[in-house]
Protein backbone atom coordinates (compact mmCIF):
# COMPACT_ATOMS: atom_id res chain seq x y z
CA UNK A 1 0.00 0.00 0.00
CA UNK A 2 1.70 3.34 -0.90
CA UNK A 3 1.76 6.25 1.95
CA UNK A 4 2.51 9.01 -0.43
CA UNK A 5 1.41 10.61 -3.59
CA UNK A 6 3.47 12.53 -5.99
CA UNK A 7 1.80 16.14 -6.71
CA UNK A 8 4.40 17.55 -8.85
CA UNK A 9 7.05 17.47 -11.00
CA UNK A 10 10.02 20.81 -10.65
CA UNK A 11 10.04 22.14 -14.21
CA UNK A 12 12.88 24.65 -13.05
CA UNK A 13 13.28 28.19 -10.71
CA UNK A 14 12.65 31.27 -11.96
CA UNK A 15 15.34 33.84 -9.74
CA UNK A 16 13.46 37.01 -10.48
CA UNK A 17 10.21 35.67 -9.53
CA UNK A 18 11.20 33.72 -6.94
CA UNK A 19 9.41 30.98 -8.16
CA UNK A 20 9.05 27.09 -8.85
CA UNK A 21 7.31 25.95 -11.86
CA UNK A 22 5.53 22.73 -11.24
CA UNK A 23 4.20 19.74 -13.46
CA UNK A 24 0.83 18.80 -11.17
CA UNK A 25 0.77 14.94 -10.94
CA UNK A 26 -2.06 14.47 -8.74
CA UNK A 27 -4.46 17.00 -6.87
CA UNK A 28 -3.24 19.04 -3.58
CA UNK A 29 -4.28 22.53 -1.87
CA UNK A 30 -3.32 25.42 -0.67
CA UNK A 31 -1.48 24.79 2.92
CA UNK A 32 -0.15 21.30 2.23
CA UNK A 33 2.97 20.34 3.30
CA UNK A 34 5.39 18.03 0.41
CA UNK A 35 8.14 16.32 0.66
CA UNK A 36 10.74 17.30 -2.00
CA UNK A 37 12.94 14.81 -3.11
CA UNK A 38 15.72 15.79 -5.32
CA UNK A 39 18.77 14.08 -7.14
CA UNK A 40 21.62 13.51 -4.98
CA UNK A 41 20.22 15.19 -1.87
CA UNK A 42 18.46 14.77 0.93
CA UNK A 43 14.52 14.96 0.92
CA UNK A 44 13.06 18.05 3.06
CA UNK A 45 9.60 20.00 3.42
CA UNK A 46 8.11 22.65 1.85
CA UNK A 47 4.74 24.27 3.19
CA UNK A 48 2.67 24.94 -0.11
CA UNK A 49 1.07 28.37 0.96
CA UNK A 50 1.50 30.62 -2.07
CA UNK A 51 0.34 28.75 -5.29
CA UNK A 52 -0.60 30.27 -8.87
CA UNK A 53 -2.21 29.41 -11.86
CA UNK A 54 -0.45 29.31 -15.34
CA UNK A 55 -1.68 32.80 -15.64
CA UNK A 56 -0.04 33.98 -12.13
CA UNK A 57 -3.25 34.20 -10.59
CA UNK A 58 -3.62 33.16 -6.71
CA UNK A 59 -5.28 29.31 -6.32
CA UNK A 60 -6.44 26.97 -3.78
CA UNK A 61 -6.42 24.06 -5.31
CA UNK A 62 -4.41 22.54 -7.96
CA UNK A 63 -7.05 20.01 -9.18
CA UNK A 64 -6.18 19.51 -13.04
CA UNK A 65 -3.87 16.55 -14.17
CA UNK A 66 -0.62 18.22 -16.10
CA UNK A 67 -1.28 21.66 -15.23
CA UNK A 68 1.39 24.51 -14.39
CA UNK A 69 1.18 25.45 -11.28
CA UNK A 70 3.88 28.12 -9.83
CA UNK A 71 4.87 27.42 -6.17
CA UNK A 72 6.45 31.11 -4.52
CA UNK A 73 9.43 29.80 -2.08
CA UNK A 74 12.81 30.60 -0.91
CA UNK A 75 13.99 27.73 -1.99
CA UNK A 76 15.70 26.83 -4.82
CA UNK A 77 14.08 23.31 -6.12
CA UNK A 78 15.94 21.39 -8.22
CA UNK A 79 14.53 20.65 -11.84
CA UNK A 80 13.49 17.21 -12.02
CA UNK A 81 12.74 16.88 -8.09
CA UNK A 82 9.71 15.24 -7.36
CA UNK A 83 6.92 16.62 -4.64
CA UNK A 84 5.07 14.70 -2.76
CA UNK A 85 2.55 14.21 -0.09
CA UNK A 86 1.56 11.32 3.05
CA UNK A 87 -2.02 10.12 2.25
Known sequence: IRKYDVIAVCEGYDEEKGMVKLSQRNRFYKGAVADILEPESDS????????????????????????????????????????????
Request: hydrophobic share 40%.
Open 44 to 87: YEVKLDDIFDADLNPIEVAPHATMTVYLKTDKKIKEGAYLRIKR
